[in-house]
């Protein structure tokens, strides 16, 4: 099946990557949040994003800022994805506002509709359980920037069917895109380990064992990482990383995710990384 419409319920830090990717592949975008002010952001992320696409890489195409319009609507109604032929769900990494919307979406979706959880760490056997039709939902972790990232890790619930895998693997396809499919337990794989990672380097961080730009500089210049685990946190968003890091507390009950209390000092301060403009480092406004 050839997918033309996807629903993205939430256009946050990894929604409007979600968007942008989607917008760059031809596939036609529905784009839902809680308010036409946040919509508002998105879309000239999005845009922005869009416009810089075929600089960052060579195999993603120059669209106008009329092409890239003509590709998405943006909505505050749920109701408006009834059209869409699989969903990307992306709202905040909260049980119960998950919860929440995967109770809307059985009620607005067809019965045959597939729904990728773009979760951090939370199960995708128990985000199913939120709806009567576990067999369609399929984990889907992404990461930013959508657009240049070339594979995902997928994840498979418990009843989550083969028809919904296959599904999802056909729209990964159009969006050149490979899957590394994995089973389902919280934080998965990517997380369950990088999250101790992070959480660490702010330990390292807030026992002035070194700097923040040293923590990072050891990981790219010694180990040849892409990105520090500091930035990597203030890329994700430090609000994101501390949710993940209390739910996979709470699923493992385990203290060795236990947050670490310079970051979540950080997000109350609203310092929640590079979309804030300030976490662990500033950055200047683009
Ligand atoms: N940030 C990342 O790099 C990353 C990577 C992979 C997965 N994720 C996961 O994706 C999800 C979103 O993460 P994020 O970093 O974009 O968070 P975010 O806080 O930046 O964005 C979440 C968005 O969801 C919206 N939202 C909340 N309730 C909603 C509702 N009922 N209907 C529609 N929209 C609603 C919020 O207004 C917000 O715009 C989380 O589950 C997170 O764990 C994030």
Redesign the pocket.
């Known amino acids: 099946m050839h997918i033309n419409e996807v629903g993205v ?7 409007v990557g979600v968007v942008t990717d989607l917008v760059l592949h031809g596939v036609r975008a529905v784009v ?3 308010s036409d002010e ?1 919509l508002a952001n998105a879309r000239e992320t999005i845009l922005n994003n869009v416009r810089f696409a075929p600089m960052l890489s060579k195999s993603l195409p120059r669209l106008s800022k009329q092409e890239a319009l003509g590709r998405m609507q943006f909505t505050t109604d ?1 109701r408006d994805l009834s059209s869409c032929q699989f969903v990307i769900e ?4 909260n049980w119960q ?1 998950k919860e ?2 995967y109770r809307q979406l059985e009620l607005t979706m067809p019965p045959d509709i597939c729904l990728g959880a ?4 939370i199960a995708i056997t128990r985000i199913a359980s939120a709806t009567r039709r576990p067999a369609n939902v399929v984990g889907l ?4 920037p959508v657009h240049l990232k070339p594979t995902v890790e997928v994840i498979r619930g418990v009843h989550t069917s083969d028809r919904t895998i296959e599904t999802l693997l056909g729209l990964f396809a159009q969006l050149d895109k490979e899957a590394i499919i994995v089973e389902d337990l919280p934080g998965f794989v990517s997380n369950r380990i990088s999250h101790l990672f992070m959480n660490e380097a702010a330990f390292v961080l807030q026992d002035r064992v070194a700097t923040a730009s040293q923590i990072d500089a050891i990981f790219k210049k010694c180990f040849g990482h892409t990105m520090g685990p500091l930035e990597t946190a203030d ?3 430090l ?2 990383v501390v949710r ?1 890091l209390d739910v996979l507390y709470e699923s493992y009950q385990d203290s060795k995710y236990r947050c670490c209390p310079l970051m979540r000092k950080l997000v109350h301060a609203g310092y929640l990384g590079r ?1 804030a403009g300030r976490g662990f480092y500033e950055y200047p406004k683009e």
Not at 90 to 93: A, D, I, M, Q
Not at 118 to 121: I, K, L, P, R
Not at 141 to 144: A, S
């Open positions: 319920l939430g256009a946050g830090n990894i929604g839902v949040d809680v946040v749920i992306n709202v905040t990494e506002i929440a919307v773009n979760t951090s760490c972790h992404l990461m930013n890329l994700i968003g609000d994101t993940s979309k």
